[in-house]
Every structure is written in C-alpha cells, then in structure tokens.
C-alpha cells in the first residue's frame, strides 16, 4: 500500500478528490480487515481535506455505533431514526445540512460542528451497513462537489469492505 498521499494541498476540492479517489483505492486494496480500511480512509480524507470531522457509523446492534473516525469524541450510538445520521440511514440518500441548527433532530456532538454531509454505504444487497459522515465547523461548507467528489470514494470504501461486513 501506498504509506504517503499525493494532493494538491491548497486546490480546489474536486481535484483534491478526483486526485484522492485512485489513492484510497491503493491504500484500501489488498487489505480485508473493516477496521483497518475505514481507519486509513478516514486518516486519508482527514488528512487532505482538513474536515473537522470525518467516520463512520455502522449498523450493530439495532443502531448506528461510532465506527474509525478522525476528529473531537463523538457520540457513540444513534438510533435509525435520529439525527442527520439516521435520516441519511432511513432515506438511503446523501444529505447535506448547510446549518445544523436548522436541521430538526441534529445531534450536536461537538458545537463546534456548523454544517454536514452524510452518505449511505450499500452492501451487495442494497441495504445500508454504514454510513459516511463529515462536518464542518464553517456554515454551508459542502456542495453537490462534496455530493459527487465523496460518492466517488463511497463506492470505492464499499467494495473493500462490503463482503467482511458482519452487523
Ligand atoms: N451530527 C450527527 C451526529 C454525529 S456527529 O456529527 C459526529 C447527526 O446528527 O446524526
């Protein structure tokens, strides 16, 4: 695997992801263990893009728990139907909360935290076995970019893990 990352510190973000998505694949190949994947492609996005927070949450137990993520604590364990988090899990869809003070239900694990982006991760079935989270400390921080740009390496992190998934 590739041990550093090649990006265009100061570029815009579509090239810093067009740039990244090729490189999470090579760091993510060859490797089965969940864990150890959604730790480097947390660490790999964290390190590009400097979100204030970046992880996963991962379908146990009858709720979403706090997988590998770079970032403040957070909280632990979110119910389906609660927060960004679990409405990204109901609708199956990316959401993007440009002020999470004006989403009804956010759970504010940090205050710092100003706006969102949540993505579904499908296993081969259709069903969603995680998701991929990531916030700003500025208002309105993501766009349809951030939609396009981490869709991309969403599907990439799926593939690697999706078959040594268990819930
Ligand atoms: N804000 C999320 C909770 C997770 S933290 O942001 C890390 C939500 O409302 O689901």
């Not at 990531?134 to 766009?143: A, G, Q, T, W």
Request: net charge negative.
């Amino acid at each position: 695997m590739a041990e550093t990352l090649a990006f265009s510190r100061g570029a815009d973000r579509k090239t810093i992801y067009e740039e990244m998505a090729p490189q999470i694949e090579a760091l993510l190949a060859g490797e089965t263990d969940v864990t150890a994947n959604l730790a480097n492609a947390a660490a790999a996005l964290k390190e590009a893009f400097g979100f204030f927070w970046v992880g996963f949450y991962l379908k146990k137990e009858g709720q979403l728990v706090l997988g590998p993520f770079q970032g403040p604590v957070a909280c632990t364990r979110i119910d389906f139907d609660k927060g960004v988090c679990g409405h990204c899990y109901t609708t199956k869809q990316t959401v993007i909360v440009p002020n999470v003070d004006e989403f009804p239900g956010h759970i504010a694990c940090s205050s710092a935290s100003k706006s969102e982006i949540v993505l579904p991760l499908f296993d081969a079935t259709g069903e969603v076995f995680g998701v991929l989270d990531v916030d700003s400390d500025r208002l309105d921080d993501f766009s349809e970019t951030d939609a396009e740009g981490l869709g991309r390496i969403v599907k990439i992190i799926e593939a690697a893990v999706r078959a040594n998934y268990v819930s």
